[in-house]
């Protein structure tokens, strides 16, 4: 059974940084490429980034670039988001999802078929 646990959310002030984390499982992390996402209030969820778990490969959202950075650790079924220069935009629940069929990934929701259960981050003074 595939499971995604998605931690590391809290209150952050402007300016300061979060990392979150996937944990993963039911799943051969090679294969995968592991997709984070975060839909705000009233939004449609979006995606910021994804890696490839078998060249760890990564690719981002323009609005994140240079702010967000994705990073795996296949021994520990493990994948991160390090956020960096929050701002209250950023406000949001974050999610890890996994793309276990196509192996394209990308920053469209669709292509992924197993999803986290999303943490809260919140940005705020």
């Known amino acids: 059974q595939v499971q995604l646990v998605e931690s590391g959310g809290g209150l952050v002030q402007p300016g300061g940084s979060l990392r979150l984390s996937c944990a993963t499982s039911g799943f051969t992390m090679d294969n995968t490429v592991i997709g984070w996402f975060r839909q705000a209030p009233g939004k449609e969820r979006r995606g910021l980034g994804c890696i490839s778990n078998s060249d760890g490969s990564t690719y981002y959202a323009d609005s994140v670039k240079g702010r967000f950075t994705i990073s795996r650790d296949n021994a520990k079924n493990m994948v991160y988001l390090q956020m960096n220069s929050l701002q209250p935009e950023d406000t949001a629940v974050y999610y890890c999802?996994?793309?276990?069929?196509?192996?394209?990934?990308?920053?469209?929701?669709?292509?992924?078929?197993?999803w986290g259960q999303g943490t809260q981050v919140t940005v705020s003074s």
């Open positions: 999802a996994a793309d276990t069929r196509t192996g394209w990934g990308g920053l469209n929701p669709m292509l992924y078929d197993s």
